[in-house]
């Protein structure tokens, strides 16, 4: 593998590459090349869209993870908080046995019986595993 002077990226006109903007992970690598051996911190954030305190984040993580750290990761919850399995299979056992009732009468007896559930869990629930009620 060659090695490069890394004094030599300053010269290199990185908007050849022709990146698009969609890739976040490429666009944070640029940002922290042109920012630390190009065109300086500010002149990069503000080319780039990123704050003072993102683009010191984003460098303090390449530096301790590599590439690795440049990709977002999945927003929001990991799993089901409320809907375990054991609650999807009481929202379907309470389905089978009492077909015309609704999510929301679901939900309540759920509710009555010492269980935590929203309707619209009930209703996810009820959608998934494709119990809706038919209608000809």
């Given at each position: 593998?060659?090695?490069?002077?890394?004094?030599?990226?300053?010269?290199?006109?990185?908007?050849?590459?022709?990146?698009?903007?969609?890739?976040?992970?490429?666009?944070?690598?640029?940002?922290?090349?042109?920012?630390?051996?190009?065109?300086?911190?500010?002149?990069?954030?503000?080319?780039?869209?990123?704050?003072?305190?993102?683009?010191?984040?984003?460098?303090?993580?390449?530096?301790?993870?590599?590439?690795?750290?440049?990709?977002?990761?999945?927003?929001?919850?990991?799993?089901?908080?409320?809907?375990?399995?054991?609650?999807?299979?009481?929202?379907?056992?309470?389905?089978?046995?009492?077909?015309?009732?609704s999510p929301a009468a679901?939900?309540?007896?759920?509710?009555?019986?010492?269980?935590?559930?929203?309707?619209?869990?009930?209703?996810?629930?009820?959608?998934?595993?494709?119990?809706?009620?038919?209608?000809?």
């Amino acid at each position: 593998m060659a090695t490069t002077n890394i004094s030599q990226l300053a010269d290199i006109d990185l908007g050849k590459l022709n990146i698009s903007t969609d890739d976040k992970p490429t666009v944070k690598l640029l940002m922290l090349l042109e920012g630390t051996y190009g065109i300086g911190v500010e002149k990069s954030i503000s080319k780039y869209g990123f704050s003072e305190q993102r683009y010191y984040q984003l460098k303090k993580a390449f530096i301790e993870k590599g590439s690795e750290a440049l990709v977002d990761l999945k927003r929001g919850p990991q799993h089901n908080h409320v809907r375990s399995v054991e609650m999807d299979k009481l929202i379907i056992r309470m389905r089978f046995l009492d077909p015309d009732s609704s999510p929301a009468a679901i939900a309540q007896k759920l509710t009555q019986q010492g269980h935590k559930i929203s309707t619209r869990s009930v209703e996810r629930t009820v959608t998934e595993y494709g119990l809706q009620k038919k209608t000809l």
